[in-house]
């Protein structure tokens, strides 16, 4: 099993929805989950922290925790073809390394 | 403030050279990670420094990759004898520490590292 797993993409959804990305890590120990997005060509760029279980609401993205079922997710709400990207989860290990998924593709339609 | 730099931004190697590609992090920033990202991807772990010391590298491929940072800011990750499954891009990130925890990381533009 690979310690951060990510729904194989790739991912469309139209301008204007709701795009759901999700991924489960394996460490239960972690305390600290991030989720980058990266454009072609480009390096990742942080979106979102997040180190308590629930929500967290910046703008049109909602980071979701939950510990329990080591399972931490991103809503783009009102999606943007600007928002065509991949979208990487990455987890601090009990052992304070930070280890990556594989990213999601998504492709935001006009 | 500046952000994390790396040069060279692209580096074509023979097969057998070695290469040294460098990391400036972020002013004031402790932690140091290095990752390799072949096409299509996630950023693979390489090694991580806090400070001077190299406090994992369990990452490195093999002995070929050596990284350093001596004095605790600038790093550099060196490999010897490239191979071509050497060639992918080669991300920096730093990081704050406070009270010992590490939060986010910042990433550099990376090195786009072809081996011939």
């Known amino acids: 099993q690979k310690e951060v797993e990510q729904n194989s993409g790739p991912l469309s959804v139209p301008e204007g929805a709701i795009a759901s990305l999700n991924c489960t890590y394996s460490?239960?120990?972690?305390?600290?989950f991030f989720w980058y997005r990266q454009y072609s060509g480009k390096s990742p760029e942080l979106i979102m922290s997040?180190?308590?279980?629930g929500d967290k609401e910046d703008g049109r993205f909602t980071a979701q925790l939950n510990k329990a079922s080591q399972y931490v997710s991103l809503l783009i709400r009102d999606s943007q073809p600007s928002d065509s990207a991949t979208y990487l989860c990455?987890?601090?290990?009990?052992?304070?390394?930070?280890?990556f998924g594989p990213g999601t593709s998504l492709s935001v339609i006009p | 403030g500046a952000g994390v730099s790396q040069s060279p931004r692209y580096k074509v190697a023979k097969r057998g050279q070695d290469v040294a590609l460098r990391c400036d992090p972020i002013?004031?920033?402790?932690?140091l990670f290095w990752y390799q990202q072949a096409l299509g991807q996630g950023p693979e772990f390489l090694t991580y420094?806090?400070?001077?010391?190299?406090?994992?590298k369990s990452g490195l491929p093999s002995d070929r990759f050596f990284a350093e940072r001596p004095e605790g800011s600038v790093s550099t990750l060196k490999i010897q004898r490239t191979q071509q499954e050497d060639s992918a891009v080669y991300l920096c990130?730093?990081?704050?520490?406070?009270?010992?925890?590490?939060?986010?990381?910042?990433f550099g533009p990376g090195t786009r590292l072809t081996v011939t």
């Open positions: 990130a730093s990081s704050l520490v406070v009270r010992g925890r590490s939060y986010e990381q910042y």
């Open positions: 460490d239960r120990g972690s305390q600290s």
């Open positions: 997040i180190y308590s279980n």
């Open positions: 990455a987890v601090k290990t009990s052992y304070d390394k930070v280890i």
């Open positions: 002013s004031g920033h402790v932690s």
């Open positions: 420094f806090q400070n001077e010391a190299q406090l994992d």
